[in-house]
């Protein structure tokens, strides 16, 4: 074990240590109590309730929730389970944040390695070690750390499987897949993408309709006891989470939205009053019943500010800022968001510098460009937010990595031709 260790390369552990670092420096310096005041209060508490309780709630303590997936209170009820519910278990529930932080830094590296160099690697890795809002959500009790952590391990291991057809390299991607479920529903078409890059692969047929089974299988076996616990609490079948008609009606006041109407916050107390016996989950249901009609009615009145209200404007609400609610050590919003500019852009155009100068590598730069289309037109469709982002940040900086060895390769072979003698 000692000799694994000691046999890291400096390219991992130095972005690794650096992140942890900076992460914990958070911790220290502000204390387990930092907090959004928002949807990580909300998990907290859910934690607390279901380890005191044994039942799974969300904001409202008198009905079962299925307005958020189980996997973060799950996880943080087993934290508190251990350290308890007070200052310490809050601390242990933050640095297990921080733990899957790192794990994000050292599988963006993995992934740089793999497709490019350790150079690649641990330039990606490092500038995500460094980046100040992503190291502030991994200070929250929130989906952004498990998630991301999932998804650069989901990636990994799925450019694997596209070379190797293992089954524990398939194991791994189904595993992840189905830990980053329990964290957030809007993942759960990643399969399909993942299927259009092992049909550039040229995967074989028989091992696919095998582990294919397979995976059908554990998703049954994992989301089985979800659905029959949803049932029986709504009697309807909810395969993920039921909370889609608020984030969607939210949707429908962004850009040229807003002129149609009453204030999303008149409308929600409209069916509250309307419906005062209805749970949360039917009232999300009549929400995504408003969202549509606003949608239909935007649509009859001016076509083209429907479109470009879903297409071009939800899109720079998106993209234009990075997620820095709460600013750390003096460094303001401003700087971070000139910041997030400058990395943005650096990404977009490695991006196109890597089709053009790693042509052998166009089946994975496509596949993590549909990562960047799926989530992007999935917000789009609902409520677009920067925080919804968040996950894929490590993959721009994967480009700004392999961008950086492909530089660093035409330099090396610039310096290697001057230094070879002249033909005579």
């Known amino acids: 074990m000692f000799t694994k260790i000691?046999?890291?390369?400096?390219?991992?552990?130095?972005?690794?240590?650096?992140?942890?670092?900076?992460?914990?420096?958070?911790?220290?310096?502000?204390?387990?109590?930092?907090n959004l005041n928002s949807d990580d209060v909300f998990y907290i508490d859910s934690a607390k309730y279901l380890l005191a309780e044994g039942k799974l709630v969300y904001v409202d303590h008198t009905e079962p929730t299925v307005h958020i997936m189980p996997g973060l209170p799950f996880l943080i009820a087993g934290v508190f389970f251990f350290f308890g519910?007070?200052?310490?278990?809050?601390?242990?529930?933050?640095?297990?944040?921080?733990?899957?932080?790192?794990?994000?830094?050292?599988?963006v590296y993995k992934i740089g390695e793999r497709l490019f160099s350790p150079v690649a690697g641990s330039v990606a890795a490092m500038i995500l070690a460094l980046y100040v809002p992503i190291a502030v959500s991994d200070n929250l009790v929130a989906t952004e750390a498990p998630t991301t952590a999932a998804f650069v391990l989901f990636v990994y291991f799925s450019?694997?499987?596209?070379?190797?057809?293992?089954?524990?390299?398939?194991?791994?991607?189904?595993?992840?897949?189905?830990?980053?479920?329990?964290?957030?529903?809007?993942?759960?078409?990643?399969?399909?993408?993942?299927?259009?890059?092992?049909?550039?692969?040229?995967?074989?047929?028989?091992?696919?309709?095998?582990?294919?089974?397979?995976?059908?299988?554990?998703?049954?076996?994992?989301?089985?006891?979800?659905?029959?616990?949803?049932?029986?609490?709504?009697?309807?079948?909810?395969?993920?989470?039921g909370g889609a008609g608020n984030p969607m009606l939210l949707g429908t006041y962004q850009a040229h939205g807003y002129k149609y109407g009453?204030?999303?916050?008149?409308?929600i107390?409209?069916?509250?009053?309307?419906?005062?016996?209805?749970?949360?989950?039917?009232?999300?249901?009549?929400?995504?019943?408003?969202?549509?009609?606003?949608?239909?009615?935007?649509?009859?009145?001016?076509?083209?500010?429907l479109q470009e209200t879903y297409t071009i404007k939800k899109f720079e609400i998106q993209w234009k800022a990075p997620?820095?609610?709460?600013?750390?050590?003096?460094?303001?919003?401003?700087?971070?968001?000139?910041?997030?500019?400058?990395?943005?852009?650096?990404?977009?155009?490695?991006?196109?510098?890597?089709?053009?100068?790693?042509?052998n590598r166009w089946r994975e730069l496509l596949y993590l460009f549909l990562f960047f289309a799926y989530f992007t037109v999935m917000n789009n469709v609902y409520f677009a937010y920067?925080?919804?982002?968040?996950?894929?940040?490590?993959?721009?900086f994967l480009f700004i990595?392999?961008?950086?060895?492909?530089?660093?390769?035409?330099?090396?072979?610039?310096?290697q031709k001057k230094s070879s003698p002249s033909e005579i």
């Open 159 to 241: 450019l694997r499987l596209g070379d190797t057809y293992s089954m524990k390299d398939f194991f791994w991607v189904i595993g992840t897949y189905l830990f980053m479920i329990m964290f957030r529903p809007t993942v759960a078409l990643f399969p399909l993408l993942l299927l259009v890059y092992l049909v550039f692969k040229a995967y074989p047929l028989k091992i696919a309709f095998k582990q294919f089974a397979i995976a059908a299988a554990l998703l049954l076996l994992v989301l089985g006891p979800w659905w029959a616990r949803n049932y029986i609490a709504y009697d309807a079948f909810i395969p993920l989470s």
């Open 269 to 305: 107390a409209e069916l509250v009053e309307k419906y005062p016996d209805a749970s949360r989950y039917q009232q999300n249901i009549y929400q995504m019943e408003v969202a549509k009609e606003r949608i239909e009615r935007m649509r009859e009145h001016n076509p083209e500010w």
């Open 401 to 415: 990595g392999g961008a950086a060895h492909v530089f660093g390769l035409a330099f090396s072979n610039s310096r």
């Open 262 to 267: 009453p204030t999303s916050r008149e409308v």
């Open 6 to 34: 000691k046999n890291l390369s400096p390219w991992l552990w130095v972005p690794v240590l650096a992140g942890f670092a900076l992460r914990l420096a958070i911790l220290i310096h502000y204390g387990p109590g930092l």
């Open 323 to 359: 997620f820095y609610w709460i600013e750390v050590f003096g460094i303001t919003a401003e700087k971070v968001r000139a910041a997030y500019q400058v990395l943005i852009w650096t990404s977009v155009a490695s991006f196109f510098l890597l089709l053009a100068f790693k042509l």
């Open 85 to 107: 519910t007070g200052t310490a278990g809050l601390a242990a529930a933050k640095l297990l944040m921080i733990l899957l932080g790192c794990v994000s830094i050292a599988g």
């Open 386 to 396: 920067p925080r919804y982002n968040q996950p894929l940040m490590p993959f721009a």
